[in-house]
């Protein structure tokens, strides 16, 4: 699975139930956007298969979008839903970091 | 053509400059700062970063018609908003008008999880975008260096300022970008390994108890700049800076008269009184009348429709307009018609710098063609002489410059020489005006005199210096008989010499009258004798006529004797 260039709802089987909504903020196809994408695919699918949501924004088409999340960092990943609203930055590469960002790391045990 | 020619590539490759609009800056950095290059502004907390960088984009969009958009790390748009709406900054207007964009951009640290390699390509999105959107021209980054605090890895954040500030440069945008200043260097991260173009220092100390902002040019690559700290004020209208170095001793001198407000001491004064932006001091002990000269003073300039600016360091506006009255001064009207402003204040309220810096900025509003100082002595409490000197010579020729007239009151110290001004100014001052009490004879007297005057022919006489309620007149003194003497002294010498005189008078009225006597006296005289005189001759007349007669009868007895004895004969 590749990340569309522009903003995107990327719904999985049963949207929904998407009690996990996550927006991925990426600047063009760079190698390090593209993986981040698919680590988080990744991580999504193994631990909240079916509940989740991810919408990508490539700020280099809406850039005007990075205000609203205070984007600095890219990539960064933002869990929208459940609050509280949490950041995680980088490629997504330490799985384990990225599960302690979500708050899932007691889930995946 | 040729010379012309690597002339014009010359100014093309020397430094382009951009002013900031910023009171003093501009002249410190001699023209702005560099166009399309970021400047660092760098300084310890509370000095004045934010403000600085804030009125850089508020003037560049007000005055010059350069959009700016401002990155605020530290505070909320509505912080921002708020705080420099003190200064009269309307930025939501500005916002309103695309002349201006307020982005903050809050990280919190304990929201964020690191998970892998990352850049801050968002930042650049971010500002970039905010650029683009109002064809920004100037960029203000407060303060950059909080994402070395938000961001878990320091190497990622420095590689990246390094690039945004090639970025920067790029866009073609002026930059200002603050730094916090940290222990042994000029910011806490090492700021200015990135920024080296221009490099403005801001510094806020506190000495006596009393804070003095300033500001200095520690770098300007490719330019000169003045090197020298410069005092400034944060106030209601923002920044101002004292460009110290600008002045020189180069002003014009005028040989136009202003009247001192005092007939007699305009005559003391070669005739006309002082010149025109000159500097007059008046010293003298407590009470000798110091406030008064100057009220006469402004009076006189106001009268002639110039302004004045009076700057009180002992009185309330009112209570020097009170004074005045008691002389027959009426200052109010004045007021009333603008051509006459007070400010009071008290030296300890802030700085030497800081008073300077206020004084000019209110001279540059009001442009005066007189200012008042009244009295620069109590600048002591808050300097030594030589500060409270250097000051004044800042100040003289900062009116100087303007052609305005400058008269300072000076306060003496009983006991202390009185040809030694106590803030070592005289030196300065280009008429000097001493105002001293005669004691003697249980009462005290004003004397004034001219100390110097720069230029002009001036009396070298004490005058006796009278307060009334017709306002200030000079009164000769007595100076006869080896003595100088004033006030009632004078008025019973006076009265003793009129008596004398008098005495003199009635005595020479009594001798003629005793003359005219002995006149008539010898004349009856002469007239006795000359009756006397007729008399003898009258008599000896008789003799001679009875002689002559008796002589002729005789003949002609003896004729008529001899007739007879003829008979005989």
Redesign the interface.
Known sequence: MKPKPTAKRVKRAHPPKAAWNLRLYVAGQTPRCVRAFANLKRICDTHLAGTYRIEVVDLLQSPQLSRGDQIVAIPTLVRRLPPPVKRIIGDLSNSERVLVGLDLRSDAL | MRAEDSKDSLKQRTLQKIPTGIKGLDEITYGGLPKGRPTLVCGPAGCGKTLLAMEFLVRGATQFDEPGVFMAFEETREELTKNVASLGFDLRNLEAHKKLLV?D???DRS?????????????F??L??AVESIGAKRVALDTIET?FA??PNAGIVRAELRRLFRWLKQKGVTAIVTGERGDGSLTRHGLEEYVADCVIGLDHRVINQIATRRVRILKYRGSLHGTNECPFLIDMQGFSVLPITSMGLDYGASTERVSSGVPRLDAMLGGEGYYRGSSVLISGSAGTGKTSLAGTFVQAACHHGERCLYFAFEESPPQIMRNLRSIGIDLAPFVKKGLLRFHSSRPSGQGLESHLVDIHRRIDEFNPRAVVMDPVTNFTAVGGPDEVKAMLARLIDIVKARQTTLMCTSLTNAGEAEQQSEVGISSLMDTWLLVRNLEAGGERNRGLYVLKSRGMAHSNQVREFVLSNRGIDLVDVYTGAGTVLAGSARANQEALERAEALAAQQAIEAKKREFERERAVLQAEIAALQVKLKTGEEDLKRLIGGASAQARTSARDQAAMSRMRMADG
Do not use: A, C, F
Request: hydrophobic share 40%; no cysteine.
């Open positions: 982005d951009v809050l990280i929201e964020i999880e690191e998970t892998g390699e990352y850049n801050l390509e968002g930042l999105v971010r970039g975008h994402l938000s961001l």
